[in-house]
């Protein structure tokens, strides 16, 4: 197995999930979000408010290939990253996406509307974020179904199907 990198909505247990399957399968586990951290020097919400999303994603997609690196791993990516086409075609180079399919109600259920989560709004601006994001989630070419699961039954499902693909 190569890299693989998890997909899914804010909330959909992408780090979670992504540091117990890469403990499971002996990989390094690198969460997108906190590189672009540790690189940057800023926290996600402050790149958010003081440079702008388009900035935000500029960073993303150049920290994604930086972490791909040459070692396989577990990368968790940041809910808008897998909706960029060329990151989508950057990842199916390197490795295999896997969408962590999670009803919205689970994450309007998990997820707390605060400051650390810029683009977590009203429960309609999620709503609308979350059906622009379907269709490129979707095309991952593994997908599995979390909701009612916990992360270790998660961890499970993904390594079967990451299995069988
Ligand atoms: C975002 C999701 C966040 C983070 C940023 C933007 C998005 O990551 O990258 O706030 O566009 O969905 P998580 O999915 O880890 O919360």
Redesign the pocket.
């Given at each position: 197995m190569e890299r693989v990198y998890l997909v899914?909505?804010?909330?959909?247990g992408?780090?979670t999930v992504g540091a117990l399957l890469a403990a499971r399968l002996g990989l390094d586990f690198v969460?997108?979000?906190e590189a672009?951290e540790q690189a940057d020097g800023r926290s996600?919400?402050e790149i958010?408010k003081e440079s702008g999303?388009v900035r935000?994603r500029e960073i993303?997609s150049s920290i994604l290939r930086r972490v791909s690196g040459r070692v396989p791993k577990v990368v968790?990516?940041?809910?808008?990253?897998y909706?960029d086409p060329q990151n989508r075609e950057f990842i199916s180079r390197r490795g295999i996406a896997v969408y962590l399919e999670t009803d919205l109600s689970t994450i309007l259920e998990r997820?707390e509307i605060d400051a650390?989560?810029?683009?977590?709004g009203s429960p309609n601006q999620v709503r609308a974020?979350y059906d622009e994001?379907l269709p490129s989630y979707r095309m991952a070419p593994v997908r599995v179904r979390t909701d009612g699961l916990d992360p270790d039954g998660v961890v499970e499902r993904v390594v079967g199907a990451l299995q069988s693909s």
């Open positions: 899914g909505f804010m909330g959909s992408k780090s969460d997108l979000d672009i996600v919400a958010f999303e935000f993303e968790a990516l940041g809910g808008g990253a909706a997820i650390s989560r810029p683009l977590f974020l994001r």
